[in-house]
């Protein structure tokens, strides 16, 4: 089927709300789980596999990210901060954890799909969705391939995590996202907003990886830890935020080939798997040494991105402190990292090599 392109990129934002909105009024009818992300996340999903060309909202998106960064900062208390030296022995398996991940997946990406050293090394490092496909890139490598293995990476996990808790480990899903609007401080509001959008542009502005969402974290936990806030953002905006992540990860798919699904898709799903296993053993090891109650090992060690598990955090009423501090370990790690080993990676390579081209063919 032909794709279906709209010229005019405001009209083509537009359809793809639509779109995502009727996912949503459909999750939502039918008692689904979580009806703000998964509704628009399949339904935009499915219409970029059957060629709309969708698009997403851009700085409304990433806007909407700003909320759950306030989310988090609003969860950091000073009991949490209390509590950062029992969470130690923890954190310090995140810097092992990495390690193993990369030892499979490079070798994965480069001598089983095929790629180059500097994709596979991207393709492998479970940070945020568009760090790694900026650092990639910048590093020389395949855009599309990046695109593709961590869309699917975030796709599966999203998608996963809550049928595993639910079926598997006996949570429910239904636990308050924030409390409504209506029972909010109207300051305390302001307050809330103004960190999203300080913390946001500050951010930026000094050239920090995942603005959108650490900015606004260090605002918003500047104001908890001074006692200016008391609760997280309101339920509505914490939906809006879901609904925006939802809709992201679906038009990640748009124009995707037969081969690229053969391709880059495949291989993202079976990297998912070989994550999972990891993912699996370092949960249990801090559940089985009482580091951690099996909810919070489980969502600390998801190889998910940082958005996406805030939000089932949330909803689990999982320990969001412990969480998010396991996630920000590696999400600072990668980052930090990447730049080095991908040098690293490509010092290597001869001149006739096509292979730092960005090619990436598997």
């Known amino acids: 089927m032909p794709i279906l392109n709209t010229p005019n990129p405001l009209t083509r934002t537009i359809i793809t709300l639509a779109i995502s909105a009727v996912g949503a009024a459909v999750f939502w009818s039918l008692d689904l789980p979580l009806p703000f992300l998964f509704g628009p996340m399949f339904a935009s999903l499915v219409a970029a596999l059957a060629g709309f060309q ?41 810097p092992i954890y990495l390690i193993l991940i990369g030892a499979i997946g490079l070798p994965y990406f480069t001598m089983v799909c095929k790629m180059d050293r500097v994709t596979a090394y991207y393709s492998a490092m479970p940070g945020g969705l568009q760090d790694m496909i900026l650092f990639g890139e910048e590093a020389g490598g395949n855009v599309r391939a990046l695109s593709l293995v961590h869309a ?43 960190a999203a959008l300080i913390g946001w542009k500050g951010a ?29 953002p309101p339920a509505e905006a914490i939906l809006f935020a879901q609904f925006f992540i939802g809709t992201g990860i679906g038009v990640g798919y748009v124009g995707v080939t037969v081969k690229e699904l053969r391709n880059y898709v495949v291989s993202g799903v079976v990297y998912v798997a070989l994550l999972a296993v990891l993912a699996v053993i370092f949960s249990e090891i801090v559940v089985l040494t009482g580091l951690a ?34 996630h920000l370990t590696r999400l600072i790690l990668v980052i930090l990292g990447a730049p080095v080993f991908a040098k690293i990676l490509a010092k290597p390579l001869p001149a006739t090599d096509d292979s730092g081209s960005g090619s990436g063919k598997p």
């Open 54 to 94: 969708l698009r997403g909202a851009g700085p409304v998106s990433k806007g909407a990210r700003t909320i759950l960064g306030v989310a988090v900062g609003a969860s950091i208390t000073p009991a949490v901060i209390h509590q950062l030296p029992q969470m130690a022995a923890s954190v310090a398996l995140i």
């Open 152 to 194: 699917t990476r975030v796709l599966l996990i999203v998608s996963l995590a809550p049928i595993i808790l639910t079926s598997f480990m006996g949570i429910t899903l239904d636990n308050p996202v924030g409390a409504p609007a209506s029972s909010l401080p109207v300051t305390e509001m302001l307050i809330m907003a103004a």
């Open 204 to 232: 930026e502005r000094v050239g920090m990886f995942g603005a959108s969402i650490i900015g606004p974290m260090i605002v918003a936990a500047i104001c908890s830890l001074t006692d200016l806030i008391h609760s997280r």
């Open 293 to 326: 109650p099996p909810l919070d090992g489980f969502l600390a060690f998801a190889p998910g991105g940082q958005a996406e598990m805030t939000v089932l955090a949330i909803i689990t009423g999982a320990d969001l402190g412990y969480v998010v501090v396991h």
